[in-house]
């Protein structure tokens, strides 16, 4: 409905698992080299985000892979086997830390980063490397990713002309949500606050097609299409100088996305959390990362550079969470 179709499906959806084809203990925690620990959060959430790892362990990526030098999938791939798959207690990422530079030219190994900036240029360099090859492909089709497949959704964007009442939709597809929590209290808030319409007036004013003239008008986004694992950053810097808004913000283990969609009729859509990132610090510009990840036994475990502690739902659900990765 008003979106282009994709010539091209470059992954089938049907051979995405969302559940865990092995069940075991957690795997290793991760080596903090210098000041990685916004590298380490995110390398773990992805580490147990199902359907990634079962495809990353799959190794099907690495076999058909003919791309010279950096490569994110076969760094994530061979990143994933060794935290599952080998006895060790503690793994040092030092691939992905070798090669900072290419997954985003702003991280430095030895300087402090933002878990959220991570996530967002991770999962891009992924989503390059899943295209290589095949950057000619349409936009629509460039959407049919693994990646994209896994954490991609469309967003809606309908205008309406306060005047003539004259409404034009468009989509934009998504990895992740930002969302403003300054005076949300919840996870659920923050959502309402999203999908709430705004008046663009002022400098915003838009050209109506059929006024043909600026004119004030309501802009409404939903989300059109959901992934299959929604990423979630709680926005907590309060401005641009480092200033963060450290207060709670409630979060459900289990979250229904049915009322912010563009058609809010229907079954419910339930998502269950699986990990979340926990900043600590009293300004955005420095303290440390740890999080929390759901381990395919079905436990969930404090992740704090090397160390991963069992622990449970109840503590999981007190954080001060700045990001929060919930599986459908």
Request: hydrophobic fraction near 35%; aromatic fraction near 10%.
């Amino acid at each position: 409905e008003g979106m282009a179709l994709p010539q091209r499906i470059l992954f089938p959806p049907q051979k995405i698992c969302m559940d865990w084809q092995q069940r075991q203990r957690p795997g290793a925690g991760l080596c903090n080299l210098g000041s990685t620990c916004y590298i380490n959060v995110i390398l773990q959430c992805l580490t147990y985000t199902p359907p990634l790892a079962n495809y990353l362990l799959s190794r099907d990526h690495s076999q058909l892979c003919h791309r010279q030098g950096f490569c994110m999938m076969c760094i994530m791939e061979a990143h994933v086997r060794k935290v599952l798959r080998s006895s060790a207690n503690v793994i040092w990422p030092r691939a992905v830390v070798r090669d900072l530079k290419f997954i985003g030219e702003e991280f430095e190994p030895d300087m402090a980063g933002d878990a959220y900036e991570f996530l967002r240029c991770a999962l891009e360099a992924m989503q390059r490397a899943c295209l290589s090859g095949s950057s000619d492909e349409d936009i629509s089709s460039q959407t049919t990713t693994i990646i994209h497949q896994i954490f991609g959704g469309f967003l809606k964007s309908r205008v309406t002309c306060l005047r003539c009442q004259a409404v034009s939709d468009s989509y934009k597809a998504f990895l992740h949500v930002l969302l403003d929590i300054k005076a949300p209290s919840s996870l659920t808030k923050a959502l309402e606050n999203f999908v709430t319409p705004k008046n663009l007036d002022g400098k915003y004013c838009l050209k109506c097609s059929k006024c043909e003239k600026k004119v004030t008008a309501s802009k409404r986004v939903t989300v059109h299409r959901v992934p299959k694992v929604f990423t979630v950053c709680l926005e907590r810097a309060a401005d641009h100088t480092g200033r963060k808004i450290s207060k709670i913000v409630e979060y459900p283990e289990y979250l229904d996305l049915r009322p912010y969609m563009s058609d809010t009729a229907g079954e419910p859509l339930l998502y269950s959390l699986y990990a979340l990132v926990v900043h600590s610090g009293d300004t955005c510009l420095d303290g440390h990362f740890f999080c929390y990840t759901k381990a395919s036994n079905g436990q969930w475990y404090k992740m704090d550079d090397e160390s991963v502690d069992n622990c449970g739902i109840h503590a999981v659900l007190r954080q001060q969470a700045y990001l929060l990765f919930y599986a459908r």
